[in-house]
Nanobody, 114 residues
């Protein structure tokens, strides 16, 4: 079992930046890592993911504005969010997956004011 703890959410004005962090309780070197978000009344959606330490995938809505990275030595994954828009608001969840299963964090709230 891997525990994931997100941090870094908050209230920011449109055009601002936030950096989310997700700390894992165990080694993430062999795990895919990702960030999802869920706005009120909407389904949870993929924001960005790293299936390994090199490859990155992004939702079209965040390409060019968000950047996912990971530090396997620190068992931490990051999401740098720039040029934030009100539609980026929601609860952001960290996700980890490997052959043994998938894990979720408790989420961190991001609110972007217009």
């Amino acid at each position: 079992q891997v525990q994931l703890v997100e941090s870094g959410g908050g209230l920011v004005q449109a055009g601002g930046s936030l950096r989310l962090s997700c700390a894992a309780s165990g080694s993430i070197g062999n795990m895919g890592m990702g960030w999802y978000r869920q706005a009120p009344g909407k389904q949870r959606e993929l924001v960005a993911r790293m299936p390994n330490s090199v490859t990155t995938n992004y939702a079209d809505s965040v390409k060019g504005r968000f950047s996912i990275s990971r530090d396997n030595a620190k068992n931490t994954v990051y999401l740098q969010m720039n040029s934030l828009k009100p539609e980026d608001s929601g609860v952001y969840y960290c996700n980890a997956w490997w052959w043994a299963g998938a894990y979720w964090g408790q989420g961190t709230q991001v609110t972007v004011s217009s």
